[in-house]
């Protein structure tokens, strides 16, 4: 079963060049439950930001560290009315160095975003990115 809820999320971002980052968080946030809880857990620790807003404040933390060509690809691990599991593809720029690298190709890191959806919307978002290390 596809959910469509999880999916736009994803397409919305292709409006932040094509229409701007006010368009996008308007249409992103329409997606969204008041109380959502975005988690992140990466080389930076556990945070959790909280509400609509705590998902933009979340986005803009997480992109003074790594950032998206926007050629990633997304896989859909597990896909229910009320959870989806999707393994994001792709490279990241490293906006400070981990390891001694400016990039992480796709297989240096495992990324993951998992989401729970009540009544049609994103209650919750986990955001995971762990960096495999090498000898």
Known sequence: MR???VR???ENYFLIQ???FNVFTREQSKLFAADLVTVTSDIRGIHAYYGIN?????MIAWSRHFFVNGKSRHEYVEETPTHVLVRMHGDLRLLEPINGLNVSVEDDHEWTKEFELTNGLITKIDIKLFFHQHA
């Open 54 to 58: 705590g998902f933009f404040e979340c």
């Open 3 to 5: 959910n469509e809820i």
């Open 18 to 20: 094509e229409q701007g």
């Open 8 to 10: 736009q999320f994803f």
